[in-house]
């Protein structure tokens, strides 16, 4: 018999970036934009980005360290308003094992100095990754975003 087990997690990340609501906003909808700073890791590399920003649009990546880009995710969007909110369901792969499929959701404050964003990821676990391991990627993603708004390029 086989084991099986699924975990459910929320993680909440937020982040304050100094730039306007508009700024940040097109940072995660001009693909050509994202695939400068969304990755998880230090020294790792967007092997590929298929992006169609709107309802109902899908969007697919391949990341991982360099030289060894394998995790795949993909996914669908669900509802934007533009400077508001991002909702977007999807999975993410190691190689061809399916680890997660999570509801994501961003929502973007205007701040006293620039933006709050505010990250929600409610993802179903299934083994290889963990919510720790996922609040971290999530951490670097959103560090590589705040460089990307500084004008300065990722590690």
Not at 24 to 33: C, H, L, M, Q
């Amino acid at each position: 018999m086989t084991e099986r087990t699924t975990v459910h997690e929320t993680i909440v990340v937020e982040r304050d970036y100094g730039v306007p609501l508009a700024r940040v906003f097109t940072a995660f909808s001009d693909a050509k934009e994202r695939a400068r700073w969304d990755v998880p890791g230090d020294g790792w590399e967007l092997a590929e980005l298929h992006d169609e920003f709107k309802v109902g649009g899908r969007t697919s990546s391949r990341f991982g360290p360099k030289g060894d880009p394998r995790f795949y995710s993909d996914g669908v969007y669900l509802a934007i308003e533009p400077n508001v909110r991002i909702v977007s369901a999807g999975t993410m792969h190691e190689r061809d094992k399916p680890v997660t499929c999570t509801l994501g959701t961003i929502e973007l404050y205007a701040s006293a100095h620039g933006t709050r964003l505010v990250l929600t990821d409610q993802s179903a676990y299934f083994g290889s990754e963990t919510s720790k391991n996922r609040r971290g990627g999530w951490g670097k993603v959103l560090d590589n975003l705040q460089r990307h708004l500084a004008g300065r390029s990722r590690p």
